[in-house]
């Protein structure tokens, strides 16, 4: 790799480079270190379109260049790159010191990433914050309280936008104004999944979108575990929160641990199937995480140091919760519990009782607060509002 400190690369010669991407094509990223072991983008496009690049190449890439050549047909290099740059798509190449610093350092890092938004700043701390799509509460209420804890601590969010632990953690970050990085497994012209397209215009508002894929690349499954190893070597450790057995989750892990990545996990019931990919990271010797305050301290060394600027826990926002709903909220649970099992709870804690219609008054009152949720009539949950 150049020295990224010398190294300019022009507009001119970054129009062409996006040209050779989408000649290219996705899924052929050997292919394209061949090009451009021995050619610049520049040549290669000259080659194209002069139809020369065929005969340059061995059997095994007639068919691969022919296709490039074909696509070069009528296009306008400048006017493609400039109509991308005028939609706030930008590319940025490893040689380029804006790269970011910690993807420099894998192994099998992408030539070109394409961003919208902005990038990470190499001198804060980042975690990648990732788990199941289809969390339980527990999960979901875990995934805001860390994705909020960071952003207080200064700590920037990773994660691959997706439905679930991904997202939630995201979206809690960019609500407490910490900053959180989207990597996609498509071009980032596209929101995937659609379900999160509030999330994606405030990562494109307040954080960043980020692919190896040029502009137009439609989502398709092969192109997502590739866009892992980008999760995993943006960060300095990885958080999962909640993940099964057999979990693409886990395909992040084992590219965090080839890339020297230290990885976390947040146990849970050993009769939860979504416990058990975390069960089984901790039993291998995964850093066990139960709540933002530990992982910080430890994190952060001391939970101030390299731009941590951590002071409270996540629930200090709740203080003004007080008397009874103040200690209601403290004996919910992330799962729901039956107004009965709550009352043998709240008389442990406090020492004393309450009456079941004032229970039910004073729960329905934060549930109308948002702080609570009311499952099948006689069962309450904790929310984090």
């Known amino acids: 790799m150049k020295d990224a400190q010398t190294?300019?690369?022009?507009e001119e010669e970054k129009a062409y480079i996006h040209w050779l991407y989408q000649a290219v094509g996705v899924g052929s990223r050997r292919f394209l270190r061949t090009l451009m072991s021995q050619w610049t983008p520049r040549e290669l496009y000259q080659m194209t379109v002069s139809g020369e690049l065929s005969e340059k190449l061995s059997e095994r890439y007639r068919e691969k260049a022919t296709r490039m050549s074909e696509i070069s047909r009528g296009y306008d290099v400048s006017d493609v790159y400039e109509r991308m740059r005028e939609k706030g798509i930008f590319l940025v190449t490893e040689e380029e010191p804006q790269f970011p610093e910690r993807l420099s350092q894998i192994p099998d890092r992408p030539y070109v990433l394409y961003y919208a938004g902005k990038l990470p700043q190499r001198e804060k701390k980042a975690v990648a914050l990732i788990g199941a799509r289809d969390c339980t509460s527990y999960g979901r209420y875990m995934a805001e309280q860390f994705g909020a804890s960071f952003a207080k601590a200064g700590v920037q969010v990773i994660s691959g936008m997706a439905r679930g632990i991904d997202g939630i953690g995201q979206s809690a970050a960019l609500r407490e104004g910490g900053y959180s990085l989207?990597?996609?497994g498509c071009g980032v012209d596209f929101c995937y999944p659609r379900e999160n397209k509030e999330l994606y215009e405030?990562?494109?508002a307040d954080g960043g979108i980020c692919s190896e894929y040029p502009p137009g690349t439609e989502p398709k499954a092969f192109l997502f575990p590739p866009r892992n190893r980008i999760i995993?070597?943006?960060c300095d450790a990885i958080l999962v929160v909640e993940a099964r057995e057999k979990s693409g989750t886990l395909i992040t892990v084992d590219m965090a641990l080839e890339q020297g990545r230290d990885v976390y996990a947040l146990p849970g019931r050993a009769t939860d199937p979504l416990s058990g990919g975390c069960n089984r990271l901790?039993?291998?010797?995964a850093g066990i995480v139960t709540t933002p305050e530990d992982f910080l301290e430890e994190f952060l060394e001391g939970a101030a140091g390299k731009g941590g600027e951590w002071t409270e826990p996540v629930q200090g926002r709740l203080l003004f919760l007080d008397g009874i709903q103040g200690e209601l909220w403290e004996v919910l649970d992330v799962n729901p519990l039956?107004?009965?099992?709550?009352?043998?709870?709240?008389?442990?804690?406090y020492g004393k009782t309450i009456a079941l219609p004032v229970l039910f008054r004073e729960l329905l009152e934060l549930c109308a607060g948002g702080y609570a949720g009311q499952v099948s009539g006689s069962y309450f949950m904790r929310v984090m509002k």
């Open 7 to 10: 190294v300019t690369v022009t």
């Open 182 to 184: 989207g990597v996609l």
């Open 232 to 234: 995993s070597g943006l």
């Open 338 to 349: 039956p107004t009965q099992e709550l009352l043998q709870r709240y008389e442990e804690k």
């Open 282 to 285: 901790i039993r291998q010797g």
């Open 202 to 204: 405030r990562l494109l």
